[in-house]
């Protein structure tokens, strides 16, 4: 018997918050249906607890996924996405495309492929500054393409770093297909280990856990230099994003753009 990934299906109402109040359990990769919203998990017991902590709140249910034409399906359903001057595509461009940048994220049973709202919120904000000769670090990369759209973007050299080893290798092989050579992607915690500062800090992640990193994150960011921040939830009242503005009071909140209920930041880091 071939391999099946324990899954969990919604309906499609209430999807962003469904998505993060899920975000605790670990889920490797979501997938839009015409009749749902399916999100997939590593194991069986992390979608069985995610269940168990959503029912009441959300109408879910148990699957397992067959395995052999998963990433054929999630293809034909992925149309390119375009923030800027940037375009993610499923597969590899036709020769008359006039994109300016355009990255190619094949689909993996992982985030990143642009089609939720964070990633395009990071990707309009990283576009804001100047990356030129900058050095970049991706927290939380996925597919890596927050960093490998740094490096075009002029970025002198970006690393990505997320602590699930399967989103590292998936984010190798999506470097493999846009041939960028100054981008290097490792398993690394943000809350247990030392990582080199960097000039420009993006962190798609939550917002609980960019609250909790907060004192990390700003240590990361040089001198002079931008932290970018998403995955944080608009809500009603002051919500996530004044807990946001709390845990980074020492920072200069620069812009905030919000897409659906989903907030981001780009604050800079004082000069020395």
């Known amino acids: ?11 499609l109402d209430q ?21 749902g919203l399916r999100v997939f998990f590593a194991t069986a017991s992390a979608r069985d607890s995610a269940i168990n902590a959503l029912l009441g709140r959300f109408p ?17 359903n992925l149309t390119p996405i375009t923030v800027g ?18 990255i190619v994220i094949p689909p993996s049973m992982g985030f990143g492929t642009g089609h939720h709202a964070t990633t395009r919120l990071c990707l309009a904000a990283v576009q804001s500054l100047d990356l030129r000769g900058k050095r970049v670090l991706d927290v939380g990369t996925g597919s890596g393409v927050l960093a490998i759209a740094a490096a075009m973007l ?16 998936a984010a190798n092989e ?3 297909f846009n041939r960028v050579t100054n981008v290097t992607f490792e398993v690394r915690d943000l809350m247990k280990e030392d990582l080199p500062p960097a000039d420009v800090v993006v962190a798609n992640l939550t917002g609980a856990l960019i609250v909790r990193a907060a004192d990390r994150l700003q240590r990361l960011v040089r001198p ?10 608009a809500g009603e009242g002051p919500g996530e994003g004044e807990d946001v503005r709390r845990a980074f009071a020492n920072l200069t909140f620069a812009a905030d753009v919000q897409e659906d209920e989903w907030l981001a930041f780009t604050l800079e880091s004082p000069h020395g």
Do not use: H
Request: charged share 25%; aromatic share 4%; net charge negative.
């Open 1 to 11: 018997m071939g391999k099946s990934w324990p899954a969990l299906d919604a309906s």
């Open 15 to 35: 999807s962003e918050l469904l998505l993060a109040a899920v975000d605790d359990f670990s889920p490797t990769a979501v997938e839009e249906r015409d009749d």
């Open 60 to 76: 879910v249910s148990a699957i397992d996924v067959p395995d052999e034409d998963w990433a054929r399906r999630s293809q034909d």
């Open 85 to 102: 001057c940037v375009t993610i595509v499923s597969r590899a461009p036709s020769p008359e495309s006039r994109a300016p940048i355009t």
């Open 154 to 169: 002029g970025a002198e050299s970006a690393l990505g770093i997320d602590d699930d080893a399967d989103a590292i290798a």
């Open 174 to 176: 999506n470097l493999e």
């Open 224 to 233: 002079g230099g931008a932290l970018v921040v998403s995955g944080v939830l």
